[in-house]
């Protein structure tokens, strides 16, 4: 049975469910994964590369190729229209950070049918005058891709494995 205190955080948190210095291991394994994989390809475009070996591993081991490159693709799109410092910290971190709380909410919000994800998007990361992103494009195509593997965000059903146990053996 829940505590009073339970239920009531869960009527504090926005729309999608996730908050800033939410811990990660509150997240389903679709949202887990998604976090860790767009910290990943940060830290790999911070360093120069293109794409992460490890990360490419993961989406294969999901049966989904080209996420690595749709990440790259989200990661390259947030870099070109933000106009601050995202807080993207490294993979280790276990708790939300704001932005990564917004590509959740939007990337969910692309998933639910009956959704608004324009509702979702950060209006500051809108870049052109009519109100287009360069980020819808990536992060539409990753969240179709997900969807197709099983990784929907927001379900109320969590696996109950958690996330670095729930990767196939082959990333360990």
């Known amino acids: 049975m829940k505590s009073a205190e339970a239920t009531l955080d869960l009527f504090s948190r926005p729309a999608g469910g996730y908050a800033p210095d939410q811990p990660l291991a509150e997240l389903g394994f679709a949202e887990q994964f998604l976090v860790w994989s767009l910290r990943v390809q940060w830290r790999v475009a911070e360093d120069g590369a293109e794409r992460s070996v490890l990360l490419q591993r993961a989406f294969d081991a999901l049966e989904l190729p080209g996420g690595a490159a749709m990440v790259a693709d989200l990661a390259s799109a947030l870099t070109r229209t933000v106009q601050r410092p995202l807080s993207i ?32 998007l950060d209006p500051a990361w809108a870049a052109a005058p009519c109100g287009a992103s360069p980020i819808w494009g990536p992060a539409q195509r990753l969240a179709l891709a997900l969807s197709a593997a099983g990784l929907v965000l927001g379900t109320a059903c969590h696996s109950s494995v958690p996330f670095p146990e729930a990767m196939p053996r082959l990333l360990h």
């Open 89 to 120: 910290p490294c993979p280790r971190w276990r708790v939300l950070t704001s932005d990564e709380v917004r590509v959740l909410c939007f990337v969910a919000a692309l998933q639910r049918h009956g959704a608004s994800p324009s509702a979702a």
